[in-house]
């Protein structure tokens, strides 16, 4: 579980995979580190050195989620195993998805012995907006949230470049060029005309761009920067549910919301916010548009609640001047009651 945690999330659960010998020693180790990256198995089984196939047949892999039987950017994990001999599977939760499924049963089919539910409960809570996402049929929502230590995303006059720092820019452009779209309300290309591509420290394009998604009914600019090519869309809707529907419909599987103010108080109080990028400059406003509206929170036992990531090395960072704090959902088994463990 604990080598899981070392990856990103986004399109494709946190999954960790351990090779063993036949007396229980790890022979490699592997994780997946986002999409596009190999998948924890074939991770692990590229760090595998030479067996022997009488080896390879006593050999257990142990991992995270059921292997997939599936080709998209890379290639089924389950035929990689069969592949490359190993004679014992054990993991921890089935993989119910259409695309993905399956990789048990080719695998005994193989004549693999496969086990399930190693610490199940571990790694559904571990996942466990990944898994609600894709029940849903809607890509994994991160939210990006830069605001001030009063919680003000621009001061009284409007102004709002840069409230964060250059790291935390960079970090969060970095984060852009890891989803398939990018989420702003028209308000947002009306006051700041942002260009939402994804670029490196020197300001250039870096190799991978998302979606731009302009969402609500205000006509767009002919000369907005986002329109610089045809890599963008406007959404006229102000339903986060049916956005995220038409996103995932052309095949996006991870978003990433970036506001304004009303952008991302619609995708809170649907509970549509799978984890929160929250970068925190050390200033104060005491004016100004503030980050979140209402919720319809009455109560403190209404209160939406987060926890910080349990994933390695995320969950607060300081980015220059700024601190970013990497928050989920606490997971529903979790939640008892009013108060957040």
């Not at 080709?71 to 089935?94: E, F, K």
């Not at 499924?101 to 809570?125: K, Q, R």
């Not at 038409?246 to 952008?263: D, K, N, P, T």
């Not at 036992?301 to 990497?326: K, N, Q, W, Y």
């Amino acid at each position: 579980m604990e080598l899981a945690k070392r990856g990103v999330r986004g399109a494709n659960p946190l999954v960790g995979a351990v090779i063993l010998d036949a007396d229980g020693n790890i022979l490699a180790t592997g994780f997946h580190r986002g999409a596009g990256t190999p998948h924890a198995e074939a991770d692990a089984l590229n760090r595998l050195g030479p067996l022997s196939a009488h080896d390879a047949r006593e050999a257990t892999m142990v991992v995270t989620l059921e292997p997939c039987n599936h080709t998209g950017r890379t290639g089924p994990c389950s035929q990689a195993i069969i592949d490359a001999g190993i004679g014992n599977v054990v993991y921890a939760v089935r993989d119910e998805g259409e695309e993905a499924s399956g990789g048990a049963a080719l695998l005994l089919a193989a004549g693999i012995t496969v086990e399930h539910g190693l610490l199940e409960t571990e790694a559904l809570e571990l996942n466990h907006r990944w898994f609600l996402a894709r029940s849903q049929h809607r890509p994994f929502t991160t939210l990006h949230l830069a605001q001030t230590l009063d919680g003000r995303i621009a001061a009284a006059d409007g102004t709002s470049q840069w409230i964060t720092s250059p790291g935390s820019l960079l970090h969060a452009h970095e984060v852009r060029s890891r989803v398939d779209a990018i989420v702003v309300g028209t308000g947002t290309v009306l006051a700041d005309n942002p260009r939402l591509n994804a670029r490196d420290e020197e300001g250039e394009p870096l190799a991978r761009q998302p979606r731009r998604v302009v969402m609500g009914l205000r006509e767009i600019p002919a000369d907005a920067a986002l329109k610089d090519d045809e890599n963008w869309e406007q959404i006229r809707s102000h339903d986060p549910h049916a956005v995220l529907a038409q996103i995932h419909a052309a095949g996006s599987s991870h978003v990433l919301i970036e506001g304004g103010s009303s952008i991302i108080t619609a995708f809170l109080a649907e509970d549509l916010v799978d984890e929160i990028h929250l970068y925190q400059a050390p200033i104060f406003l005491g004016s100004g548009r503030q980050s979140i509206g209402d919720l319809g929170v009455g109560t403190l036992a209404e209160a939406r609640a987060f926890r910080l990531d349990p994933i390695e090395g995320e969950s607060v960072r300081i980015l220059g001047a700024d601190t970013l704090t990497h928050l989920e959902p606490i997971p529903a088994m979790l939640a008892t009651g009013s108060e957040a463990p």
